[in-house]
């Protein structure tokens, strides 16, 4: 169980907790006892709109496709 963020090198020999592809963002919530798991770009963009959608965030789609756009440019 991972206790500390990864490192950006680090982060990539990990695979998507949910998908198995490589990693390149990662995930840590309370419920999960706060463990660091890797997730990759697909499963991220689907995280952040899963939780969008369930706090009935009236901008989500405004901001997913802002998000969209900055996980692109950052890889």
């Known amino acids: ?27 840590q919530i309370c419920a999960d006892d706060r463990v660091y798991r890797g997730m990759c770009e697909d499963c991220d963009i689907a995280m952040n709109d899963l939780v969008l959608r369930f706090v009935r965030d009236p901008d989500r789609e405004q901001k997913m496709k802002k998000y969209r756009e900055r996980v692109v440019q950052t890889l």
Request: hydrophobic residues 25%.
């Open 1 to 27: 169980m991972r206790r500390k963020p990864y490192t950006e090198k680090g982060i990539s020999r990990v695979p998507c907790f949910r998908c198995g592809r490589p990693s390149v963002f990662q995930w």
